[in-house]
């Protein structure tokens, strides 16, 4: 077991303090490298997104939406594809315990609420060198925040790390300190290459109209800066007035999406839109069409889906 607050915050991310020139010339395989970053990056469960987004190394990713918006589904849905890829994930899912977290991952691998016990224990075991969990509950000190994520990266080798949610990382009553932190978490995205997915809320909408918009990259909780430090950004919005209708037994359209998956911004790549997703009428998982077929991405190579 690893004891991440012996690491040294200040030691793993010296900076060297004399600026120096750079040659053009010297250049080019920097521009290659960030070229190859670009054109590939751990794909989503969603192949009609996957040519314009992608979940790339190096970069900090925001992620948020309104409370009870299914931004955490979303979130594990991306981890469990990225396993599938064959990436290392490392979750710290401070609000949830972690058998939890296991289990919200096994459901939306086996496509059912509470498979048995019997293919909890063989995904267990088809994860684990992949999956590894934070296991607390319970607000955690930003410098431990940013310890914990350096051993996701160095000792356990993870390409995907979630951290689920700023508001847990004891920094969203300080602005500056808000920005800091989320500073020293992209520079640890880009040292170690890997990609920190940061889970966050955005703001209560005022007016009558509640929480029919789809949110925007300034919409978010806190300094206005997030926007501006994070790589990409995603926002989760779910069509609760549909959810409503389809509850209560009324009609209601279906080629309206579920949910929407918005690319609000991404430095390193033109596309910025939305796609509509639907959930599985068996499970938490978003579908890429209305026909509701579990994307491939999401469906383990190992683990037998279907065996119960």
């Given at each position: 077991m690893i004891d991440f607050k012996d690491i040294n915050i200040n030691e793993e991310l010296a900076i060297v303090e004399s600026a120096e020139m750079v040659a053009t010339t010297d250049l080019v395989d920097r521009v290659e490298e960030r070229r190859k970053t670009?054109?590939?990056?751990?794909?989503?469960?969603?192949?009609k997104l996957n040519a314009d987004f992608a979940l790339r190394k190096g970069e900090m990713v925001l992620m948020g939406?309104?409370?009870?918006?299914?931004?955490?589904?979303?979130?594990?849905?991306?981890?469990?594809?990225?396993?599938?890829?064959?990436?290392?994930?490392?979750i710290a899912s401070l609000e949830l315990l972690a058998e939890d977290v296991l289990e919200q991952y096994?459901?939306?691998?086996?496509?059912?609420?509470?498979?048995?016990?019997?293919?909890?224990?063989?995904?267990?075991?088809?994860?684990?060198?992949?999956l590894h969990i934070y296991d607390r509950v319970d607000a955690i000190?930003?410098?431990?925040?940013?310890?914990?994520?350096?051993?996701?990266?160095?000792?356990?080798?993870?390409?995907?790390?979630?951290?689920?949610?700023?508001?847990?990382?004891?920094?969203c009553d300080d602005l500056?300190?808000?920005?800091?932190?989320?500073?020293?978490?992209?520079?640890?995205?880009?040292?170690?290459?890997?990609?920190?997915?940061?889970?966050?809320?955005?703001?209560?909408?005022?007016?009558?109209?509640?929480?029919?918009?789809?949110?925007?990259?300034?919409?978010?909780?806190?300094?206005?800066?997030?926007?501006?430090i994070a790589s990409s950004i995603i926002v989760i919005w779910h069509n609760k007035e549909k959810a409503q209708m389809k509850n209560d037994g009324f009609m209601y359209d279906d080629d309206t999406p579920d949910l929407i998956f918005k690319v609000a911004k991404q430095r390193y790549h033109?596309?910025?839109?939305?796609?509509?997703?639907?959930?599985?009428?068996?499970?938490?998982?978003?579908?890429?069409?209305?026909?509701?077929?579990?994307?491939?991405l999401t469906i383990p190579t190992v683990g037998a889906h279907n065996d119960f």
């Open positions: 670009a054109d590939e990056g751990i794909r989503t469960p969603w192949e939406g309104y409370t009870g918006h299914f931004k955490s589904t979303v979130a594990s849905q991306l981890g469990l594809s990225a396993i599938n890829q064959g990436y290392s994930v490392g096994v459901e939306l691998a086996a496509g059912r609420e509470r498979p048995p016990i019997e293919y909890v224990g063989n995904f267990a075991k088809w994860a684990e060198p992949r000190a930003p410098d431990s925040a940013i310890q914990m994520v350096i051993a996701f990266a160095k000792y356990k080798k993870c390409d995907l790390i979630v951290l689920d949610a700023l508001m847990m990382m004891g920094v500056e300190r808000e920005k800091e932190f989320t500073q020293t978490l992209a520079a640890v995205a880009k040292k170690f290459k890997v990609c920190v997915l940061l889970i966050h809320h955005v703001r209560k909408p005022s007016g009558n109209d509640g929480e029919k918009h789809v949110p925007g990259k300034y919409d978010f909780i806190g300094s206005s800066h997030l926007a501006n033109k596309y910025e839109g939305m796609v509509g997703l639907w959930q599985h009428n068996t499970c938490r998982s978003f579908c890429g069409t209305s026909r509701r077929i579990i994307d491939q």
